[in-house]
């Protein structure tokens, strides 16, 4: 009972927060899901990782709602008619929003706003439109309150587009991260612009690169220009389906297993992969057999989640430090030959191995689970996210950086990003982060962000957070985002304020 009592008599944790967490612990009491001796060895090592989803899973992990076909047909659930102005539209969604679950408790995507709300503008003026969008946003902030809930706009130009991005900037809202699906022979310079513009205020829109994206999954129904969205950090995943799970090996933690490289790679990295796998099988097969969760949830009878849509997420992290490990002083990850050979020679072998397993429920997949470069949270330490260069470690040359980058992205189907502080000054020239981001693109970078380095509003492993809300938490206050929590933890563990600033 201790567990229960620390987070009732908790002084820094809201009500909300206290629920969430009561709620985790009453679900990790139980034990539903087998495992095997393998997993229960690598697991103990803390090789292995379960992503902290619960120990009987009950919602799936990310759930990505179709929400222009909400916008459509409103719901019989929550007796909500069509909408047939912006003021109805904005009310349905923000009931919508307290109805979506996931593994946080919240929603972790609000849907492609710019393409819901362009059809709704009508005859308003801008000076009409504004004030209710920033009402939106605010509610958003205030209600959801996670880093981890996101939205997207793009690729084209629409003025609820531009509209969003205006209201963000002045907003200043740690939620929701904003994604812009760019694509420069779809997206104008003008508003390529305008996003570079309002990240250089608010650190929104990150860039996703969706010439590469826009084709991962079949679209939902026709007339749908793709069948992908941006969630939670950076994860791409199916419109009208999500994330069963997301489960990692920690590759820092394996190296410290091996007593050679050869080791590695040939007994410890395929035993942890296969026991990881077997895990997310038992694991999804609970959720969808057991659980109740699809027979039961109202989001799936009117169509707005199609259970064949949902895939699962396998993760890797701590690229960096594992190389270090395996390879020993003088071999840097990101700068040195021998150790970016090694890198994808690992990446290979898993992704082979991943791809080639039978996952159960994994239509979308191909009936197999897809890479994700996982990000952590917390103060986790001797984990750099995903294969990113470790912070102090990077190359002096920016454009290395990137093309190491662009190198290993490609394993990942279900997300990759990296993040860069540039300098203020460089909201003086756009063009010039442009030509960056188109360049990174052309050579198949999947996901970029940036932020200034004087911002308040900063990146972590992928969320937004404010600086001014970490310091209150590592103060002993209670702040309403609880992505505070995590960001705090790992902006102070691995020195995020030390990454090194670019242009």
């Known amino acids: 009972m201790s567990e229960f009592m620390d987070i009732i008599t908790a002084d820094n944790l809201t009500y909300k927060q206290k629920v969430l967490k009561l709620a985790q612990a009453a679900e ?84 492609q706003l710019d393409k819901i709300i362009d059809p709704f503008l009508g005859d308003l003026s801008d000076e009409e439109i504004l004030p209710r969008l920033k009402r939106f946003l605010n509610f958003i902030d205030r209600t959801v309150a996670s880093g981890y809930c996101h939205a997207n706009i793009g690729p084209e130009e629409t003025r609820a587009g531009r509209l969003l991005l205006e209201a963000d900037a002045e907003v200043q809202n740690a939620v929701p991260n904003f994604t812009i699906k760019y694509d420069p022979a779809i997206t104008s310079d003008d508003f390529a612009r305008l996003c570079l513009k309002t990240a250089m205020r608010c650190a929104n829109p990150a860039f996703a690169n969706h010439r590469l994206l826009k084709d991962t999954y079949p679209v939902p129904e026709a007339g749908y220009p793709d069948g992908y969205t941006i969630v939670s950090c950076y994860n791409v995943l199916p419109v009208r389906g999500g994330a069963y799970c997301l489960d990692r090996v920690k590759l820092s933690r394996l190296a410290d297993m091996a007593g050679s490289v050869d080791e590695f790679m040939d007994k410890l990295l395929p035993e942890a992969t296969a026991a990881l796998l077997e895990y997310m099988n038992a694991r999804v097969t609970f959720l969808v057999e057991k659980s109740s969760f699809f027979q039961s949830s109202f ?34 990850y990101g700068t040195d030959d021998e150790a970016n050979d090694l890198a994808d020679a690992i990446m ?91 360049g990174a693109f052309a050579i198949d970078d999947k996901y970029l962000s940036f932020y200034p380095s004087d911002s308040d509003l900063v990146r972590i492993t992928g969320f937004l957070v404010k600086r001014s809300e970490m310091e209150k938490f590592a103060a002993g206050k209670a702040v309403l985002a609880d992505t505070s929590h995590d960001g705090e933890g790992n902006w102070r563990a691995n020195a995020l304020g030390d990454r090194k600033v670019r242009l």
């Open 348 to 438: 290979g072998k898993v992704t082979a191995q991943v791809l080639d397993f039978p996952a159960v429920y994994s239509e979308i997949g191909g009936d197999h689970y897809l890479m994700h470069a996982q990000a952590g949270f917390g103060d986790q330490l001797e984990s750099t996210p995903g294969v990113r260069i470790r912070v102090g470690d990077e190359p002096e040359v920016f454009y290395d950086h990137l093309r190491h980058s662009a190198r290993m992205h490609r394993f990942f189907t279900a997300g990759v990003s990296d993040i860069f502080p540039v300098e203020p000054t460089a909201a003086g020239n756009l063009d010039a982060l442009l030509d960056v981001i188109k």
């Open 28 to 111: 990790n009491s139980e034990h539903p899901i087998p495992t095997t001796p393998a997993f229960d060895r690598f697991f103990s090592r803390d090789a292995i990782c379960d992503m902290h989803e619960g120990n009987a899973p009950y919602r799936a992990r990310y759930i990505c709602v179709d929400f222009q076909k909400f916008a459509r047909q409103g719901s019989d659930f929550l007796r909500l008619d069509a909408p047939e102005n912006l003021d109805d539209l904005l009310f349905n969604l923000e009931v919508l929003y307290e109805n979506i679950p996931s593994v946080t408790g919240r929603p972790v995507y609000c849907g």
């Open 299 to 332: 989001l799936v009878r009117e169509g707005l989640i199609e259970r064949e849509r949902f895939c699962g997420m396998f993760g890797v992290i701590g690229m960096h430090e594992c190389i270090e490990k395996l390879l020993g002083p003088g071999h840097t």
